[in-house]
Structures are given as structure tokens and as C-alpha cells.
Nanobody, 124 residues
Framework: EVQLVESGGGLVQAGGSLRLSCAAS????????VGWFRQAPGMKREGVSC????????YYGDNVKGRFTISSDKAKKTAYLEMNSLKPEDTGVYYC?????????????????WGQGTQVTVSS
């Protein structure tokens, strides 16, 4: 059974940083793509980033480019999202996702496996 368990969310002031973690199990982590989506209250889910563990290629949504960095530790089967220069509009529930492949359009239906989410709140 595929499991994705997020951690690291919390409350931070604007301009601050957070690092989210996603512990993965139940699939061959090295052969998969992992990523992150987020959902603000009353809004649709938005693709944040994804990383192909097969070739190390990463993609970012326009709203986070230059501020967020995705990475993974294959030995720990864990994906990370380093978030810097946080803004109030980054507030939302952040979901870890995984599937065989990812590319730059970061569409929800490309990802079969989803975690339960972790709340990130950025105060102004």
C-alpha cells in the first residue's frame, strides 16, 4: 500500500522559511516522481512542484519559482519542500503526491497517490 505522510507544516511570519517532509512507503521511490500541491481555503488545488527521482528533473509553479526548492533523499525515501521568503498567499494545506512521471504542467490528475496534507499558515 502506497503511503505518503507529510510533516513540517506550521505557522510562520511573512518572509520566513519552512521545510516540509514527505515520508514515502509502499512503492519503489527511486523510480517515481514526487511532488507537492497546495490548497488555500475556497480555492482549487494548485501544483507547487514535482521532482522525477529517475533523472533529477524538477518543475515549479510560477508562484513559487525562485523561493521554493524540492529535493528527495532516496536512502530515506523522503521528499522535501524547502520554502523561503514565504508570503501570506502561500497559506494552505500542502499535499505530497507521487506517480510514475511528472512534467511541467503540474496537473492534479497526473498524480495517483496523495498524502493527507499538512497546514502551512503565513501571517502578515
Amino acid at each position: 500500500e502506497v503511503q505518503l505522510v507529510e510533516s513540517g507544516g506550521g505557522l510562520v511570519q511573512a518572509g520566513g522559511s519552512l521545510r516540509l517532509s514527505c515520508a514515502a512507503s509502499g512503492f519503489d521511490f527511486d523510480d517515481y516522481a514526487v511532488g507537492w500541491f497546495r490548497q488555500a481555503p475556497g480555492m482549487k488545488r494548485e501544483g507547487v512542484s514535482c521532482l522525477r527521482n529517475t533523472d533529477g528533473v524538477a518543475y515549479y509553479g510560477d508562484n513559487v519559482k525562485g523561493r521554493f526548492t524540492i529535493s528527495s533523499d532516496k536512502a530515506k525515501k523522503t521528499a522535501y519542500l524547502e520554502m523561503n521568503s514565504l508570503k501570506p498567499e502561500d497559506t494552505g494545506v500542502y499535499y505530497c503526491v507521487a506517480d510514475w512521471f511528472c512534467e511541467g504542467d503540474l496537473e492534479e490528475d497526473e498524480f495517483e497517490h496523495w498524502g493527507q496534507g499538512t497546514q502551512v499558515t503565513v501571517s502578515s
